[in-house]
């Protein structure tokens, strides 16, 4: 049996746990990471290339008889990444930049969604502010105003009152302060309900979904405060049960797949549904391109199939359809961040206690540094610890055990993942 040299692209705790997995299959030969982090040389070789410059990526993989990339992030998709390396005949996990527009414009995402008939919130989309303006005094509140492109997960303003809407409009249209990410405004209803977020495997035309999960984005217990780019992770998320895997996968996943097919794109990776389920059913929040962080570190230890088969055959367009195999149980993860975080925090911090937590659970590094053989902080989100149990308050229990153990200066975490489905 021929194994399979891999590169992951990424710096992030997805990534660290997407090689983790991949490192457990009789498949995989040697394994690379472009750029990693103070966690991945342990499962791979670091590569030092930054993930937004994808010639020089798609370059290494060529001259370096990589078999599979897996792209963790959206950027180095919406800049066309695989399409390079589909050029040069490598198979790669992740759609091509037509297809990663269903992340990297909410505009589209949301005509392609209209036209085929998923259920998502009325909106109207717009490149004038005093339009804008004049559809969203007249609207009921909270009313959601988003920026059309890649706006690092901050382009999202739920307004309460027509002031905050106004507001929302300038910033984005008169002040660009999300630059081009910002000329084209969504303005779209709110939706009231319970958040999951559906990720499944899509090879051009069959779709594998994983464990529903459940993120929790703002960074104060009882979801308050500002958005992050995730604080934990739950997984299975009771919020799928109404409707169950199967249903949300052929109402929602099934008729964009078949859209995106329709327009000859080739979209061939992870296609992640951000649903609220709501008194009307599910209905769309936003598409991503790509794995969730921090979904990814809870749903591929649930994973129990082989993920270096899947993510070949998805590269491949030779997937299987239907549910992937999923372990019983549940997997909580926990993200550390560093003191004052989404605002402005301090790097550099040495990191102790990693390597004292138990052999069953994880830790997988983020903003993480090696300097000289000390870890270090150097982002953000630090660290997701995943705990596993027979019952989410067990996994809870677990992940929260160990976290105990890490330390550094201004570690900050919330303490209520989960609670809300006990
Ligand atoms: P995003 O940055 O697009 O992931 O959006 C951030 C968060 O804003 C989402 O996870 C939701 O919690 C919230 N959000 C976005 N759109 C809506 C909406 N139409 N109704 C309610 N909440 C929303
Ligand atoms: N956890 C949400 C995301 O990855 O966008």
Redesign the pocket.
């Known amino acids: 049996m021929s194994r399979w040299n891999i590169l992951v692209v990424g710096a992030g705790s ?1 990534e660290h746990a997407i090689l983790w997995k991949l490192r457990q299959s009789a498949r995989v030969g040697q394994l690379h990471c472009a750029p990693g982090n103070g966690g991945t040389p342990a499962v791979a070789e670091s590569v030092p290339i930054r993930v937004s410059d994808v010639d020089a990526i798609a370059d290494w993989a060529a001259g370096h008889s990589i078999d599979l990339v897996v792209v963790g992030p ?1 950027d180095p998709l919406a800049l066309g990444l695989s399409d390079r390396l589909m050029a040069r005949g490598i198979p790669v996990l992740g759609p091509t930049a037509a297809g990663a527009r269903i992340e990297s414009s909410k505009r589209w995402a949301k005509e392609l969604m209209r036209e085929v008939g998923v259920p998502t919130a009325d909106y109207r989309a717009f490149l004038d502010a005093d339009e804008a303006w004049r559809y969203a005094r007249d609207r009921s509140y909270p009313l959601v105003v988003k920026a059309d492109g890649l706006a690092a ?1 901050k382009g999202v303003v739920v307004a309460r009152t027509p002031d905050e809407a106004r507001r929302a409009i300038s910033a984005a249209m008169t002040e660009a302060v999300f630059g081009d990410a910002g000329r084209t405004l969504v303005v779209e209803d709110y939706l009231e309900g319970e958040e999951m ?1 559906l990720l499944a495997f899509v090879d051009g035309c069959k779709v594998a979904p994983l464990a529903p999960a459940r ?1 929790h ?1 703002r960074v104060g217990d009882g979801d308050v405060g500002p958005n992050t ?2 604080m934990g ?1 739950i997984a299975p998320t009771r919020v799928a049960n109404a409707i169950g895997l199967e249903g949300l996968t052929h109402r929602i996943l099934k008729p964009v797949v078949a859209a995106l097919d329709a327009r000859g794109i080739i979209y061939r990776g992870v296609i ?1 549904a ?1 649903l609220m389920l709501t008194a009307d059913g599910p209905k769309v929040i ?1 598409f ?1 391109c ?7 570190q809870v749903v591929l230890p649930l994973l129990a199939d082989d993920l270096a088969e899947i993510a070949y055959a998805t590269a491949t367009g030779e997937l299987r359809s239907g549910p992937l195999a999923v372990r019983p149980g549940y997997r909580c993860g926990v993200v550390l961040t560093s003191g004052g975080y989404p605002g402005p925090y301090q790097t550099g911090l040495p990191i102790e206690g990693v390597d004292r937590i138990d052999p069953d659970a994880l830790v997988f590094h983020a903003g993480t540094r090696l300097v000289d053989g000390t870890l270090v902080t150097a982002g953000g989100r630090v660290l997701t610890v995943v705990g596993q149990g027979d019952s989410l308050a067990a996994a809870r229990d677990h992940a929260y055990a160990n976290v105990e153990p890490i330390h550094f200066e201004g570690a900050y975490c919330r303490h209520d993942i989960g609670v809300r489905e006990l």
């Open positions: 997805r959206e997960g977020s993120d984005k780019g995730g992770t992640f951000n936003e991503n790509r794995l969730g962080d921090p979904e990814t």
